[in-house]
């Protein structure tokens, strides 16, 4: 873990160079990146009746496509959220369920 926190930092700072750079030429162009993944993050809230406080859903990740690609289940607690990944059964039904309810339109 610790290598990781020290590649962060690595990061941090020419990323935090990069910047400087931009405000300094607003032409500048931070050509670093090596690919870039579109991942869209739903929010489904499921209809529960509780007086607790506790909300609970499911988060659905989207392709670029509109595909499903992965989805959670969460419940929020006050402050607190908590955050269960599905068995690829589970995955399955919420794909079958949702799989044709969202349009993205990615220009």
């Known amino acids: 873990?610790?290598?990781?926190?020290?590649?962060?930092?690595?990061?941090?700072?020419?990323?935090?160079?990069?910047?400087?750079?931009?405000?300094?030429?607003?032409?500048?162009?931070?050509?670093?990146?090596?690919?870039?993944?579109?991942?869209?993050?739903?929010?489904?809230?499921?209809?529960?009746?509780?007086?607790?406080g506790t909300v609970d859903g499911l988060y659905l990740y989207l392709d670029e496509n509109g595909v499903i690609i992965d989805a959670e289940y969460f419940v929020k607690d006050d402050d607190e959220v908590t955050i269960m990944s599905f068995t690829d059964d589970q995955l399955e039904i919420v794909i079958g369920l949702f799989r044709n309810v969202f349009t993205i339109n990615v220009e």
């Open 1 to 52: 873990m610790t290598e990781y926190k020290d590649k962060l930092e690595e990061r941090m700072i020419e990323l935090t160079e990069a910047l400087q750079r931009k405000l300094i030429d607003p032409d500048y162009s931070y050509n670093e990146v090596k690919a870039v993944d579109m991942v869209i993050k739903f929010e489904i809230y499921l209809n529960d009746n509780s007086d607790d």
